[in-house]
């Protein structure tokens, strides 16, 4: 027998699988220190490659100026100031990651926590139609 209840809790979690079951999925299956750390990890990756090849392009455009101006001390101030904004940008990104992904580690986490009580809820309707009631001595179900 279908319950116009039943259906509207199903569909709600069909809509709710479809919006953000990739979000959801992702994250139930890591802790939160691990899902920040792997995430982290890929970005200083990314930041480190994206770095050398701004720098690469940095140095390619400037090569011939530097060529003709030979300065060893020249060479190592730019290589400390390159160094530090290498740094200063790598903890920025890092602290703006660590954020945004704990952010939406928490989110999800938020949104496992209601598709399971809509799923506990689903099944207390099931439950609750498909156990036939018992009869006790007075006649009455329970």
């Known amino acids: 027998m279908l319950s116009e209840e ?4 199903m569909t709600n979690l069909a809509i709710f699988e479809k919006n953000q079951g990739k979000k959801i999925i992702t994250v139930k299956q890591y802790f939160k220190s691990d899902y920040i750390s792997g995430k982290l990890f890929r970005a200083f990756f990314s930041y480190t490659l994206s770095f050398m090849l701004c720098l690469t392009l940095w140095i390619v455009y400037y ?3 530097w060529l003709n101006t030979v300065d060893v001390a ?3 101030e730019i290589g400390r100031k390159v160094g530090k904004v290498y740094l200063a ?3 920025l990104y ?3 990651t660590l954020v945004v992904y704990a952010r939406r ?4 986490s938020r949104g496992i926590k209601v598709y399971i ?3 506990k809820r689903l099944d207390k309707r099931y439950e609750g139609s498909a156990r036939p009631g018992t009869r006790t001595k007075g006649g009455r179900t329970q």
């Open 89 to 91: 940008g790598l903890i």
């Open 117 to 119: 009580a809509k799923l």
């Open 94 to 96: 890092l602290l703006i």
């Open 74 to 76: 020249a060479f190592i």
């Open 6 to 9: 039943k259906i509207k809790i």
């Open 63 to 65: 090569t011939e100026r």
């Open 105 to 108: 580690y928490d989110y999800a």
